[in-house]
């Protein structure tokens, strides 16, 4: 059974940098026939989707946020991560990562998900 | 960037009977060469993770009761339970998968009256 846990402080500074990391058991982070994907929700709001990475490093990144966020994998150690820089309250949120079927690029529908983590950004 | 919107916000049925919601994508999501719309539901409950429904807009995914299903037609898409449980309470999205940025739409909160 496939299992994903995310992990990372969960308050920053606001003008820091968001650093999470998701670690992949019970598969293999190259197979494929997935990407692997980060997706957020405010407090008591709805899903937006942040990124996502392919085990050979190719990205796609939501536009509003590209020029704050970096999406990475690490094959030998079964992980991904996300760093945004310049956080501000407005990128509190539970961060959820996933697995996404290889639909097309950028990575598809999830079928996997971890439990998420809330990070608060606050001084 | 494709804009998913449901319908409605927040839904009251009854134990036992239907429960429709609705999604419209704002331009088509469908993939001619397949025949295949990027459309996905999903079911969040307080304090957990979404958990896949349906995917290809109609397909369900293993382990889902087959009171759940998907339909299809145009750019308007459907999730229907076909007997609501006190266990279908939650937040229900619909996604499509068919262009970056991936979108999601704004919920659909499911009550039982």
């Known amino acids: 059974q496939l299992h994903l846990q995310e992990s990372g402080p969960g308050l920053v500074k606001p003008s820091e940098t968001l650093s999470l990391t998701c670690t992949v058991s019970?598969?293999?982070?190259?197979?494929?026939?997935?990407?692997w994907g980060w997706i957020r929700q405010p407090p008591g709001k709805g899903l937006e989707w942040i990124g996502s990475i392919y085990y050979t490093g190719s990205t796609s990144y939501y536009h509003s946020l590209q020029s704050r966020v970096t999406i990475s994998v690490d094959t030998s150690n079964n992980q991904f991560s996300l760093k945004l820089s310049s956080v501000t309250a407005a990128d509190t949120a539970v961060y959820y990562c996933a697995r996404l079927l290889a639909t097309g690029e950028g990575g598809g529908y999830g079928d996997y998900w971890g439990q998420g983590t809330l990070v608060t950004v606050s001084s | 960037d494709i804009v998913m919107t449901q319908s409605p916000d927040s839904l009251a049925v009854s134990l036992g009977e239907r429960a429709t919601i609705n999604c419209k994508s704002s331009?088509?999501?469908?993939?001619?060469?397949?025949?295949?719309?990027?459309l996905a539901w999903y079911q969040q409950k307080p304090g957990q993770p979404p958990k896949l429904l349906i995917y290809?807009?109609?397909t369900r995914e293993s382990g889902v009761p087959d009171r759940f299903s998907g339909n299809e037609s145009g750019t308007d898409f459907t999730l229907t339970i076909s007997s609501l449980q006190a266990e279908d309470v939650a937040v229900y999205y619909c996604?499509?998968?068919?262009?970056?940025?991936?979108?999601f739409g704004q919920g659909t909160k499911l009550e039982i009256k």
């Open positions: 290809w807009a109609s």
């Open positions: 996604h499509q998968y068919y262009s970056l940025p991936r979108t």
């Open positions: 331009q088509s999501i469908l993939y001619n060469s397949n025949n295949k719309n990027f």
């Open positions: 019970g598969g293999s982070i190259s197979s494929a026939s997935y990407y």
